[in-house]
């Protein structure tokens, strides 16, 4: 906008003065508010563009063989850390940890920067002596809502952290996960996941893939689930056969490795949860599956959580296909198919399976932390990480046809 107030009476200049102002002052606004609004939608898209899991991305650095940097992170007083050992699936020691912690079985020496950490039912009344002397309650549980130690409210009111398997926990109980090569703590964009699919991914197949004759491998331990994942086994068994191994199953060869042997044989194997709930993804799709070089075929957490938590194009969701011939017949497809089934492994170019990382080492790091005031720690809702009526559904069995 150009003005020209310069031939204009000294009345008629001020005037046009003050228009100019007040225009450039309009214009000046509306480009602030612009950039307010581009700020806006970059810092959306920036926390939407995060993985659930991003803060074990942090924490991994806390673990000697998985950081860049492996010298000593411990500062001050060493935090006592007690385990209740009840349940417990993963190391504690101090050996491997960044930070160091010490870790024994005599509650009586805990006190204030400590940590108690159960992993079962335990004395309300005892917990809440410990929390006098300034002790952390920490409850710990791999497994989903369904199949957790069953606690009281008097329980569950003494718990100051839940490490659970679920994102929300401040330190997760991790199965073997993916981690990006590059940029960990972001999802693949749209563009990102175009160009892997955009090329010939065959050569990422393994050398034994010609020898693979099967098609779907399960192996079943549990016969209870709380789901109706067996349904859909036989249901899809209608139009596939589908191997079963395990407990009343087919018997590996003797003086084999078992997954190694399905590996060599089985393009596809069924990693069906036992329950349906948010976020429980378990080693059956990572370990037992995609670094096995099989393809899972997944049922259990929410369609959005396998979207977060794994590769993209690396595995079939049943939720995915509107009946169960319609799922069949696509796997029927990718088995005479390489090209198209090779695309389920161009993922392995951009990531790999991290097996279940050092829950110990983590939580030590996070105490420190704590204890120094680096981080903070919310009020738990314990509904969020333990209640099965909030976080696991039903899942309706597909039709047939």
Not at 3 to 11: A, F, G, I, N, Y
Request: include cysteine.
């Amino acid at each position: 906008m150009e003005v020209k107030c310069m031939r204009l009476s000294k009345t008629a200049m001020l005037v046009c003065v003050v228009m100019l102002i007040f225009g450039w002052t309009i214009v000046r606004n509306f480009v602030f508010r612009s950039k307010l609004h581009d700020l806006s939608v970059t810092t959306e898209i920036s926390e939407s563009g995060l993985i659930a899991y991003h803060h074990v991305i942090d924490q991994m650095q806390w673990i000697s063989d998985l950081a860049t940097n492996q010298s000593e992170l411990s500062t001050g007083k060493a935090p006592v850390i007690y385990y209740d050992r009840k349940l417990l699936y993963h190391p504690t020691d101090p050996a491997g940890c960044r930070y160091k912690c010490v870790f024994n079985h005599d509650k009586e020496r805990l006190g204030k920067g400590d940590v108690v950490v159960y992993s079962g039912t335990f004395s309300p009344e005892e917990a809440r002596k410990l929390k006098q002397r300034g002790v952390l309650i920490v409850f710990e549980s791999g497994e989903s809502p369904w199949h957790m130690p069953s606690l009281d409210t008097s329980q569950l009111s003494q718990i100051d952290m839940f490490n659970t398997y679920m994102a929300a926990s401040p330190v997760p109980y991790m199965y073997p996960h993916f981690v990006r090569n590059t940029k960990p703590k972001l999802k693949f964009t749209d563009e990102e996941k175009a160009a892997m699919l955009a090329k010939d991914n065959t050569y990422l197949l393994p050398h034994y893939h010609r020898q693979k004759t099967k098609i779907i491998a399960w192996v079943v331990s549990n016969h209870s689930p709380r789901n109706n994942r067996n349904a859909y086994a036989k249901a899809i068994a209608k139009f596939i056969q589908v191997d079963i191994y395990g407990q009343g199953g087919r018997q590996f060869p003797s003086g084999r490795d078992e997954f190694q042997w399905l590996s060599e044989n089985y393009k596809f194997y069924l990693a069906f949860e036992n329950s349906n709930c948010r976020n429980y993804i378990t080693e059956k799709v990572t370990s037992n599956a995609l670094n096995l070089n099989m393809v899972p075929i997944v049922l259990g957490a929410y369609k959005e959580d396998y979207n977060d938590a794994l590769p993209p194009h690396s595995y079939i969701n049943v939720d995915d296909f509107k009946s169960i011939r319609n799922l069949t017949d696509y796997l029927l497809y990718l088995d005479r198919n390489d090209t198209a089934y090779a695309e389920y492994f161009a993922w392995k170019e951009h990531g790999q399976i991290h097996k279940a990382n050092r829950l110990d080492c983590r939580l030590c790091g996070f105490v420190y932390q704590l204890n120094k005031g680096t981080v903070n720690l919310k009020l738990p809702e314990f509904r969020s990480f333990v209640d099965p009526q909030r976080l696991c559904f039903e899942r309706p069995l597909l039709p047939l046809r």
